[in-house]
């Protein structure tokens, strides 16, 4: 089994990444040959979606499971559709994730594919929903005041 764990520097004991598509590394550890090698990620400095290009980079090189801090709703599905499978460990080092990882310490983080994702609401015009709101009566409203 491939273990990805994303982390901040090039060192078996680096603190994990606050992001996973913005970590530099990938601490990628062999169950069967019980290796250890580290990847750098290219991605880490793109401009938009490098938790969906992070996300095609480790399911290329075959990983079947990430340890990390936090990762975004789309590169989670994204995984998920490929059934690599996404552990959440929020304080420590690369060596200390992998090791409570092969003590099945580690939540699993999980998204129900049979619900819609929902966008995110932004609250405008006194706090009613954008997408609420008829803006040619609401525009009216402020002309006749």
Do not use: W
């Amino acid at each position: 089994m491939l273990i990805a764990v994303s982390i901040k520097k090039p060192d078996l004991i680096s603190e994990l990444s606050d992001v996973f598509g913005r970590s530099k590394y990938f601490l990628i550890s062999n169950t069967i040959n019980n290796t250890l090698e580290i990847l750098l990620n290219p991605f880490s400095l793109e401009l938009g979606n490098a938790g969906i290009q992070s996300a095609q980079f480790l399911i290329e090189k075959n990983i079947e499971t990430i340890i990390t801090k936090h990762i975004g709703i789309n590169p989670l599905r994204f995984l998920g559709c490929s059934n690599v499978k996404v552990y959440r460990f929020n304080n420590g080092t690369g060596d200390n994730a992998l090791k409570l990882f092969n003590e099945n310490k580690l939540d699993e983080i999980k998204v129900d594919k049979t619900i819609p994702y929902q966008l995110r609401k932004r609250k405008r015009y006194g706090g009613k929903y954008s997408n609420n709101i008829d803006l040619k009566n609401h525009n009216k409203k402020q002309d006749s005041k």
